[in-house]
């Protein structure tokens, strides 16, 4: 199926025009064509207008009005006659019928099209509109798609990771319709399918990556293990994302532009152990710094000591001096100092 785009089509307002005036002739017609008639005239004026009057209106199902990046799918008895594309006032043929099988589904994401058109078809003037012109110009205010970029939010899932932990993830997808075709006519519900496909890419590239980074791991398929995590990469994981998907709905007609990673977390029931063992990986990282800190201090000092000569100390009593020394810089309290006036032997 490829997308057949119709031009110079954009006559509208003329046959709009056309047709108000033949209306207008066609009721001068009938008034003087009964005039004449009771003069003892030919009733052929009349029944010219009254036949004009009745099926004048036909053109108006064919006018159809578009705003910049939309787009209609137009068929006529069931096949694909061709795709209305940008701004403008368009007349086609009145039984053409505008195809959209997504138009009534709303899904968490901007720019859907339902809205605003549903809007205008519960109103007081969308009713009289409906009336007047048929329902051809209800199906244009709900069948048209929008080609602007819009963003899918998707809801969180569930997914383990590559170790087996649960994490909860989001996505924010920007996408557009690139072929109005595809995406009509080889996809039941092109916004569904969008959908389901992104919920697929991300629990196939999820489970491929730690949370966190974790020795021998290959995240990349090289058979050398990375350091490749949700966390840390979340760039290279939302770009795997993305081709993923597109690979997908490459055949409905749409393109991704870009994921994004909206929201990382552990899943709520393991979510207080890792949260304690980053606590304890963090303390132990702490510990680690202070006790390098305090063995260079205290080298430090008996190297100033021996060089400047203030005291002599026999290795006993640099023993207990470093001692004392550890554990003044290693605790976690501060020091309550004792007087010795004693001896230490």
Request: glycine share 10%.
């Amino acid at each position: 199926m490829e997308e057949k785009v119709i031009k110079g089509a954009k006559h509208g307002m003329a046959v709009l025009l056309v047709t108000i005036l033949l209306y207008a002739a066609a009721i001068a017609a009938l008034v003087f064509g009964i005039i004449s008639f009771e003069g003892g005239g030919s009733p052929a004026l009349m029944i010219v207008g009254a036949v004009w009057l009745l099926i004048g209106w036909l053109p108006l199902p064919g006018l159809k009005v578009l705003k910049p990046q939309e787009a209609l799918v137009l068929t006529l008895f069931g096949r694909y006659i061709g795709t209305l594309k940008g701004e403008g006032f368009y007349a086609v043929n009145p039984f053409c019928t505008a195809v959209n099988p997504a138009a009534k589904t709303r899904l968490n994401q901007s720019g859907d099209v339902d809205g605003a058109g549903q809007a205008l078809l519960n109103s007081a003037a969308g009713q009289a509109l409906l009336t007047a012109a048929g329902n051809s110009m209800g199906e244009l205010v709900n069948k048209r798609i929008s080609l602007k970029i819009m963003t899918l939010n998707n809801n969180r899932q569930k997914i383990n990771d590559c170790l087996g932990n649960p994490v909860e993830i989001g996505i924010a997808v920007t996408w557009r319709v690139v072929d109005t075709a595809k995406a009509v006519f080889c996809v039941d519900n092109y916004k569904e399918y969008l959908s389901l496909q992104c919920d697929g890419a991300l629990r196939n590239i999820v489970r491929i990556y730690p949370y966190d980074v974790a020795p021998n791991v290959d995240t990349t398929g090289d058979g050398i293990a990375d350091e490749g995590s949700l966390r840390g990469s979340s760039e290279v994981v939302a770009a795997r994302i993305r081709d993923e998907i597109q690979q997908k709905v490459a055949g409905a007609g749409l393109e991704i532009i870009e994921a994004r990673i909206t929201y990382l977390a552990y899943a709520p029931e393991i979510a207080a152990v890792m949260l304690q063992r980053q606590q304890a990986s963090a303390v132990v990282d702490a510990r680690k710094m202070i006790v390098d800190g305090a063995v260079g201090m205290v080298e430090m000092a008996l190297e100033r000591l021996n060089a400047n000569g203030t005291v002599q100390l026999d290795e006993e009593r640099k023993a207990v001096m470093v001692s004392n020394l550890l554990v003044v810089l290693c605790g976690n309290r501060d020091a309550q100092p004792v007087v010795n006036s004693g001896s230490l032997y």
